[in-house]
């Protein structure tokens, strides 16, 4: 039977003091102790030469690996490592990369390593079943902004802080991490603004259906109505469907995997928005990314040709000569036909258009944007007021926004 290793050692000593009494013979002995006449000589031979510390168990290493990491290299992923402990070996391997330094171990390696360094942390195994992630994105950059509020947090010194987001569709770019007060129109707009004079006006933006981007009945927002004038289309994702938004849900796990859940206490906003400068700078041009296939966003990003506009056009200049236009009323109502008909309050103060359709029939533009449709036909026997149900964004088609699947998007 096999030695048990905790009386390894002494079942070895006592082997070799009774073979050198020589009273039993020796295959005699060794099947007693149940091994093999060469590794009773062995190990008889090793008491010879160097007593008891020659019993003791030798390493089964080989003497020459020629592919083991050298020291230097693991000292270099250990110290990637600590400076970035919420990146994998795959992250870790690009950025040294980068960096000019060769002969590194493939991802496997390097993560045995962090195990062996007690630096893995827990929950950081690949994703179960191995399949791999089905990702879509925009053909180039500013053709989609997605546009959204992270979960707010306490600040220490009270208040709270909500976190605004904007990230490229095309190239994970994040063009806006700013630490706001709350939640608001009036929050968002000069951070666009903002935005749109650094980097260009988008084709269009992504947002969920709450507030500030709209409501859930379908209704735009005067932040939207905004956006219009601008120029900028904006696009909603289906009521509880997170996954709509995939890269905008998984760049806010990032920031709380590697920033929030790595600050003890948030003072105030000027904390924050310290703390988020330089985590945005790392993330947009060293953190590789493991969609761009190691790459940084900051390398496939460009600013849009289509500038902002300082000085917004009238509503009524995108419309043509003797189209008939309206002026929607306080309230958000306009008259058409002798009836008082529902446009919105985020259009109060601005003029639409009235087009044809058929001869009872019309849709409602605003500036560039058909907002709405007027069918008298519709309205016999109803009570006399208007409500846009063509607009559904729950029906909003997918190829609207490539981007809007049901699948998981990775960082």
């Known amino acids: 039977m096999p030695w048990k290793t905790c009386d390894a050692m002494k079942l070895k000593r006592d082997f070799v003091e009774l073979a050198l009494r020589d009273e039993i013979g020796f295959r ?68 040294l990369a980068r960096k000019g330094h060769g002969d590194l171990p493939q991802p496997s390696t390097i993560t045995g390593i962090l195990r062996r360094h007690g630096l ?43 976190p605004l987001t904007i990230l490229d569709d095309h190239s994970r770019f994040n063009l806006v991490l700013d630490a706001c007060g ?23 933006i992504l947002c969920d259906n709450g507030r500030p981007w709209g409501d859930s009945r379908g209704c735009f927002s005067s932040l939207e109505a905004w956006l219009l004038r601008v120029g900028v289309e904006v696009r909603h994702g289906r009521p509880c469907h997170p996954q709509t938004q995939g890269k905008e849900e998984r760049f806010h796990r990032t920031l709380k995997h590697e920033l929030l859940s790595r600050t003890t206490a948030w003072r105030d906003l000027e904390h924050c ?9 790392l993330y947009n041009h060293e953190r590789p990314h493991d969609a761009l296939g190691g790459d940084v966003p900051a390398s496939r990003h460009r600013a849009s040709v289509r ?35 529902t446009v919105g309050r985020a ?29 008298l036909d519709a309205m016999e026997g109803k009570s006399k007021g208007w409500y846009e149900p ?22």
Request: proline fraction near 7%; hydrophobic fraction near 35%.
């Open 28 to 95: 005699q002995l060794c099947r007693n102790f149940g091994i093999s006449p060469p590794t009773g000589y062995k190990w008889l031979a090793r008491y010879r030469e160097a007593g008891v510390a020659g019993l003791a168990e030798k390493s089964r290493a080989r003497l020459n690996q020629p592919l083991k990491t050298t020291v230097p290299i693991e000292e270099l992923i250990l110290d990637a490592r600590r400076k970035h402990p919420a990146w994998g070996a795959r992250k870790l391997r690009h950025w």
């Open 120 to 162: 893995l942390e827990e929950g950081s195994a690949a994703r179960p079943g191995g399949a791999p992630w089905k990702r879509f994105e925009r053909e180039a950059p500013n053709e989609l902004w997605q546009m959204d509020f992270k979960g707010w947090f306490p600040l220490s010194r009270g208040g709270n802080c909500h």
């Open 182 to 204: 709350g939640e608001t129109g009036g929050i968002v707009r000069p951070r666009l603004e903002n935005a749109f004079r650094t980097y260009g006006l988008p084709e269009a």
């Open 273 to 281: 928005q310290e703390r988020f400068g330089e985590w945005r700078e």
């Open 307 to 341: 500038i902002f506009p300082e000085q917004l056009r009238e509503a009524e200049s995108w419309y043509e000569p003797g189209e008939e236009v309206r002026m929607v009323k306080e309230k958000g109502e306009m008259t058409w036909r002798n009836v008082f008909w």
């Open 347 to 375: 259009f109060a103060g601005q003029k639409v258009v009235m087009r044809p359709l058929g001869e009872r029939k019309w849709e409602v533009v605003y500036c560039w944007k058909r907002i709405g449709e007027i069918d």
């Open 390 to 411: 063509l607009r559904n964004r729950f029906d909003q088609k997918a190829e609207d926004a490539k981007s809007v699947k049901d699948v998981p998007e990775q960082v």
